[in-house]
């Protein structure tokens, strides 16, 4: 699996690439920090498939995010991994990049867990967290999104609803290496370990 794959060294959360503004919004933050699991921490480990360095790839059922690296390494992150995060799976490409994101309830959100207001405005408390990917296929947006969280409680857990959520922390240390344009391969369900994503389109 995947999830297994290599050697892998801890790579220790640093707040060097944090903005000014992100520092005051997270020292708002209205949740407690999470003690998150050893495997669920951010760690540089042996990337073994071939996936080209700069895209992205999301193995649902481990709850793992690989970022890879040139020279067969990868950094994986730990994710929490929502209902809406298993609709999609194939290939698609970092269509927008958002810091602070406001937050857009879809209609099916709010009828199964609102109400919501119809815009949520970034900061600490909204659920997109510090940072947001969105995912297109070719110029659609796939709805699909990798995102902060205000519940890092959930890293590693499959949740009832959101996309991929990481920490704050995670996040931005993602965002600031991904290109807007990158590729994202996400597994499907059942797919984990899966060496050939890159040929794979859902």
């Given amino acids: 699996m995947l999830g297994g794959c290599g050697q892998s060294t801890l790579s220790p959360s640093s707040d060097a690439s944090f903005t000014s503004r992100d520092r005051q919004l997270l020292a708002q933050a209205p949740y407690a920090q999470a003690s998150i699991p050893d495997q669920y921490r951010r760690h540089i480990v042996e990337y073994p498939y071939k996936e080209p360095a700069g895209t992205i790839l999301v193995d649902t059922d481990a709850r793992y995010l690989y970022y890879v690296l040139p020279d067969g390494k990868a950094i994986r992150y730990g994710v929490a991994v929502g209902e809406e995060a298993l609709a999609f ?36 408390a909204n659920p997109l967290g510090a940072r947001a990917l969105y995912l297109y296929e070719g110029n659609k947006d796939t709805l ?13 857990q499959a949740i009832s609803s959101g996309c991929i959520r990481m920490t704050n922390e995670d ?32």
Avoid: C
């Fill in 144 to 156: 699909y999104r990798i995102h902060g969280t205000n519940q890092p409680e959930y890293i590693g």
């Fill in 171 to 202: 996040v931005i240390d993602l965002f600031d290496r991904v290109k807007q344009g990158a590729t994202v391969v996400v597994l499907a369900p059942g797919q984990s370990g899966w060496t050939g994503a890159s040929s794979r389109r859902g």
């Fill in 89 to 124: 799976s194939g290939v698609a490409k970092v269509g927008r990049m958002a810091e602070w994101p406001d937050w857009i309830p879809t209609p099916e959100i709010q009828a199964r867990l609102g109400p919501y207001p119809p815009r949520i405005a970034g900061g600490p």
